[in-house]
């Protein structure tokens, strides 16, 4: 089976712009996460799609959106970046108790 | 704090060393898991525990699991340096619906 695939690998944007990361699970896996991994943070959960339905949220303001389409695949959208958006945003999917991660985007603001 | 602090938060060995790295965690889970990261790239799984499991082995690695005390221990045996990664342990929280809860990491480091 494939693992789980993040695209794009890197990004670089400014300010003010906006970015959509997209993560393709794998097969036959329903439930895709998002985490954002900072030096500063750690790693923290952004939400969880099942099914195409947002299923958990965490604590992150709206800029921070997401869907996820009948075959599984996943989008993750952040409106207006800042500087301390600055990240590796990872995406994990899930079957029945593990999480696999993808190997994540590396999401640079200037 | 985070649900999930793993101690130490950095360790140093020789090759051939056990390293020891705990994990606290503060609400009942469903399990937890460890995870380990090399260099700020993904997320590779490593060992799931379940709440009844008070042990399990996978090759180098040993998990225990206390829920009386809410932590668990990850025991890597005879070291390699490609070993040396960042390890996260992660619970699965019972209470509400599901959700991951990551600990700060331990940086381990093996030498050669």
């Known amino acids: 089976k494939a693992g789980v695939t993040q695209t794009p690998r890197y990004l670089i944007k400014t300010r003010g712009q906006q970015v959509t990361l997209s993560c393709s699970p794998i097969s036959g896996h329903r439930s895709v996460s998002w985490y954002q991994q900072t030096p500063g943070q750690g790693l923290q959960f952004l939400f969880e799609?099942?099914?195409?339905?947002?299923?958990n949220k965490g604590n992150f303001p709206g800029r921070f959106s997401g869907r996820q389409f009948s075959n599984s695949r996943s989008e993750m959208n952040v409106s207006t970046l800042e500087l301390g958006d600055s990240a590796l945003y990872l995406c994990a999917s899930k079957g029945q108790e593990t999480q696999y991660f993808g190997p994540g985007t590396r999401l640079l603001v200037l | 704090s985070q649900q999930g602090e793993e101690d130490p938060q950095a360790l140093s060995i020789q090759e051939g060393e056990n390293a020891t790295m705990n994990c606290s965690y503060k609400?009942?889970?469903?399990?937890l898991q460890w995870y380990r990261q090399n260099s700020g790239r993904g997320l590779v799984h490593l060992i799931l525990?379940?709440?009844?499991?008070r042990e399990k082995h996978s090759g180098r690695l040993r998990v225990t699991l206390d829920t009386s005390k809410k932590s668990s221990s990850l025991l890597i045996t005879a070291s390699r340096a490609a070993d040396t990664a960042s390890y996260f342990c992660a619970t699965d929280i019972t209470s509400g619906t599901y959700k991951y809860i990551f600990g700060t990491g331990t940086r381990l480091k093996v030498l050669a």
């Open positions: 799609y099942f099914s195409e339905t947002q299923r």
């Open positions: 525990i379940r709440s009844n499991e």
């Open positions: 609400t009942s889970i469903n399990n």
